[in-house]
T-cell receptor, first 115, second 114 residues
Framework: AQKITQTQPGMFVQEKEAVTLDCTYD???????LFWYKQPSSGEMIFLIY??????QNATEGRYSLNFQKARKSANLVISASQLGDSAMYFC????????????FGTGTRLAVRP | DAGITQSPRHKVTETGTPVTLRCHQT?????MYWYRQDPGHGLRLIHY???????DKGEVSDGYSVSRSKTEDFLLTLESATSSQTSVYFC?????????????FGNGTRLTVT
């Protein structure tokens, strides 16, 4: 089974609107960490946000928030007030004990922000 | 950039030739990683290192070897490059802090095997 599943290969959003990028994960470990990375067309991998499995509140970083639903094993990224510069590839990733504490990635979602 | 430098940034090589990619960090992290990125696969772990001379295989290690003789340098070698190894290679550091700290990535090396 895939450890990280991103079912949206590509998405469009209108500038200034909010968008949700989906991520589901699979682990039986009680302790794990979930991450989102952004990859713009220039190619670098930029860390955006982190959610720990024991965190009581959803993580937020500026316009990024993580909608963490533990029972559903989902960790969706919400980008508020989209900007043209948000156009990029977005990757969800997880570290857990059963993967030897290594970072495992989903296949990514390409987001295009329309003016 | 979290103090990570990958070299070269671009390389074109022929099938059957050896290739070495270098990752250099100035952050003194114990943990270093090599990933490859291919369309439809996201990033997949090739090899990783938890310290000098302490390396192990990731999920796609066939055809690759690594070495780490100094904390700051992690080398990835393709002993005999094949076209299937055409990819973008990323080095990453971090994850050795308590808890689940994020990894930070270099800018990548685009390798083309003809």
């Amino acid at each position: 089974a895939q450890k990280i599943t991103q079912t949206q290969p590509g998405m469009f959003v209108q500038e200034k609107e909010a968008v949700t990028l989906d991520c589901t994960y699979d682990t039986s470990d009680p302790s794990y960490g979930l991450f989102w990375y952004k990859q713009p067309s220039s190619g670098e991998m930029i860390f955006l946000i982190y959610q720990g499995s024991y965190d009581q509140q959803n993580a937020t970083e500026g316009r990024y928030s993580l909608n963490f639903q533990k029972a559903r094993k989902s960790a969706n990224l919400v980008i508020s007030a989209s900007q043209l510069g948000d156009s990029a590839m977005y990757f969800c990733a997880m570290r857990d004990i059963s993967s030897g504490d290594k970072l495992t990635f989903g296949t990514g979602t390409r987001l295009a922000v329309r003016p | 950039d979290a103090g990570i430098t990958q070299s070269p940034r671009h390389k074109v090589t022929e099938t059957g030739t050896p290739v070495t990619l270098r990752c250099h960090q100035t952050e003194n992290h114990r943990y270093m990683y090599w990933y490859r990125q291919d369309p439809g696969h996201g990033l997949r772990l090739i090899h990783y290192s938890y310290g000098v001379k302490d390396t192990d295989k990731g999920e796609v290690s066939d055809g690759y070897s690594v070495s780490r003789s100094k904390t700051e340098d992690f080398l990835l070698t393709l002993e005999s490059a094949t076209s299937s190894q055409t990819s973008v290679y990323f080095c990453a550091i971090g994850g050795d802090s308590p808890g689940y700290s994020p990894l930070h990535f270099g800018n990548g090396t685009r390798l083309t095997v003809t």
